[in-house]
């Protein structure tokens, strides 16, 4: 054969995956799940946990961008319970989103189907349990998403993968912290630090990771704790920064990174010291008395214990800010895109509307209650998508009771569904302004944005001037610093109900969080998957007629 013939054959083999490829469905994932109490010792004291299958944290979903993922979920608490995917985009599917806007919650002893597809995303997510204060009980696990087979990496396979969830840990249990936070008490300080469920390994322990000298190893680094940022670090080994929130970043290298609450971070470690253990260690940030976790990490062969100096943290505000700003998109790197508008250049699009949210604390009838711009949400027992969808959102909720610039300080706050609307396909700038004197981490579930700016004090439109308009690292979770603002951008091209909140997570409980329903007026099937068949029902929806369908 000619090579001419040869990359004739090559090219139709190409065309013909690419063919079969676009018309076969997607592969799918099955999981069956059942969630329970168990009982775990990081403290040496027994603490209840929220365990997925036996298993806390719960199973890792492995799979591909795309992928059909179908999980049953059953339900053996005594309460009811959801599972979220956090910055899985749901793309035309807030159905699947479990959310309490989203979904009627899974009662005990009843299970759900979800089915969902990591829509042309990769990355590092995790799920975790979206009513209440849940999440303090654990419920929460991995998910990996791989780039497809003909999508090229911007770095080689790692010998191994690993996942490392960090936390703050409270070891109280999510109902008696529920109890405390409605009487109007604070979260008082959290018991420590887990990683991946443990707390602190001693010389000695078992190891959690094995490294080969000479490999390369990623690990998914995701910070699903309750409030504290926590910094993390691998004695003796540097980080080489990959993959922010699913998008891959320019590969700098690092001592350590801060992880601010909702966050995922991917690093390469190469195994290149000497053959040892050595300490992987999570430790808080910003609070007078550091807590620190370390797990170990053993070179295979080797039976030399780590030694017991760990590295130091980063001490400073400023650190993490620059940090920050150190963090740039690869614009080369081809990678599933999920918005190509939104994407490519959006320092160029021009904004149609700035939404500024700014974060209070207040008492309502004596009682603690965070609030966004003077609204303190709370979550109707009718999930507002389905509310909306059966035509009954009037009883339930008012749009837009907030406007786009935050009321004037003092303002009374009123305790009620925060939902507003933004218009299908627009590009939006929102400013988040936190003028109280902790750090705050924000999500917006369905969506990726553009943090494309942040300073101290208030925002002014002059500090567009400071932007990042070409490379800002697209993620779902940003954080703002103490008496600072973040400003990001992005297109609302997802219809749905998505969720944008503070991941401190009794400010989250307590109110400081909405809901934007984002609709496509044509109720069209391009824009909008159909209500699924096996969605459960709940409140005034139970026995409504079902709307006429997308078509
Ligand atoms: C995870 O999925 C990827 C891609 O399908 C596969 O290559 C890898 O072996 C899987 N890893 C595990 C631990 O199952
Ligand atoms: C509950 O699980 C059964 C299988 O055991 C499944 O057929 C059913 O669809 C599930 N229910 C929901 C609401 O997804
Ligand atoms: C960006 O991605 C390209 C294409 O995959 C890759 O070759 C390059 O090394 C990456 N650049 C950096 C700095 O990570
Ligand atoms: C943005 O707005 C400017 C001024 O209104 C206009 O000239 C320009 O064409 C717009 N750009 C796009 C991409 O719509
Ligand atoms: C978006 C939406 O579905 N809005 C509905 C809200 O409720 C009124 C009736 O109260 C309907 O007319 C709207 O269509």
Redesign the pocket.
């Known amino acids: 054969m000619s090579s001419m013939d040869k990359s004739g054959v090559t090219l139709a083999v190409l065309l013909f995956i690419a063919f079969f490829s676009a018309g076969a469905e997607d592969p799918y994932l099955y999981f069956t799940w059942t969630v329970s109490y168990g009982t775990i010792f990081p403290f040496g004291v027994p603490q209840q946990v929220i365990m997925i299958n036996n298993q806390f944290p719960g199973p890792v979903i492995n799979c591909t961008s795309n992928n059909n993922i179908v999980v049953n979920v059953f339900n053996q608490l005594d309460e009811p319970f959801l599972l979220s995917w956090n910055g899985i985009q749901q793309r035309k599917n807030s159905w699947q989103d479990g959310m309490p806007g989203t979904n009627c919650p899974i009662p005990p002893g009843q299970n759900f189907t979800y089915h969902w597809q990591p829509k042309d995303q990769i990355g590092s997510f995790y799920y975790y349990p979206s009513i209440g204060m849940q999440k303090a009980a654990g419920g929460y696990g991995p998910i990996r998403v791989h780039s497809r087979l003909l999508i090229?990496?911007?770095?080689d396979p790692p010998a191994d993968e690993f996942d490392v969830l960090i936390s703050d840990w409270y070891g109280i249990s999510h109902k008696t912290l529920t109890r405390l936070l409605d009487s109007g008490r604070h979260l008082t300080r959290a018991r420590g630090v887990l990683i991946n469920g443990g707390a602190s390994a001693k010389l000695g322990d078992a190891p959690m990771f094995f490294l080969e000298a000479g490999k390369v190893y990623r690990f998914r680094v995701c910070n699903v704790g309750l409030k504290a940022s926590l910094n993390f670090r691998i004695q003796g080994h540097t980080l080489k920064l990959?993959e922010i929130d699913g998008s891959?970043?320019?590969?700098n290298v690092y001592d350590s990174l801060d992880v601010h609450a909702g966050q995922c971070y991917s690093v390469l470690v190469t195994a290149d010291q000497s053959p040892r253990d050595y300490f992987l260690v999570a430790s808080t940030r910003f609070q007078k008395t550091v807590q620190t976790a370390t797990a170990i990490i053993r070179y295979s062969g080797s039976s030399v214990p780590a030694t017991p100096d760990l590295p130091p943290a980063p001490t400073t505000w400023a650190w993490s800010l620059n940090q920050w700003r150190s963090f740039r998109w690869?614009?080369?790197?081809?990678a599933a895109r999920p918005n190509p508008q939104g994407s490519y250049h959006y320092g160029q699009i021009n904004i149609t509307r700035t939404i500024k949210l700014a974060s209070s604390t207040s008492a309502v009838d004596g009682k603690l209650r965070f609030a966004l711009n003077g609204v303190s949400h709370t979550d109707p027992t009718v999930p507002l998508k389905l509310a909306e969808y059966f035509g009954i959102n009037g009883t339930v909720f008012k749009y837009n009771l907030i406007t786009d610039e935050p009321p004037a300080t003092g303002t009374a706050v009123t305790i009620a569904p925060n939902v507003i609307t933004a218009e299908f396909r627009t590009f939006i700038e929102i400013i988040l302004e936190n003028p109280e004197k902790s750090v705050q981490s924000y999500h917006l579930n369905g969506y990726s944005f553009f943090p494309t700016g942040m300073g101290p004090g208030c925002w002014t439109p002059e500090n567009r001037k400071t932007y990042n308009l070409l490379d800002a690292v697209s993620r779902h979770t940003i954080q703002v610093y103490p008496r600072s603002w973040t400003a990001i951008m992005l297109t609302f091209d997802n219809a749905g109900m998505w969720n944008l909140r503070s991941e401190i997570w009794d400010r989250r409980y307590l109110g400081q969080q909405l809901y934007i329903s984002v609709l496509s007026p044509e109720r069209s099937l391009r824009d909008e998957y159909n209500l699924p068949e096996n969605a459960l029902r709940c409140g005034t929806i139970t026995d409504l007629p079902l709307p006429p369908p997308y078509s």
């Open positions: 090229p990496v911007p770095f990959v891959h970043t320019m590969q690869n614009l080369t790197a081809s």
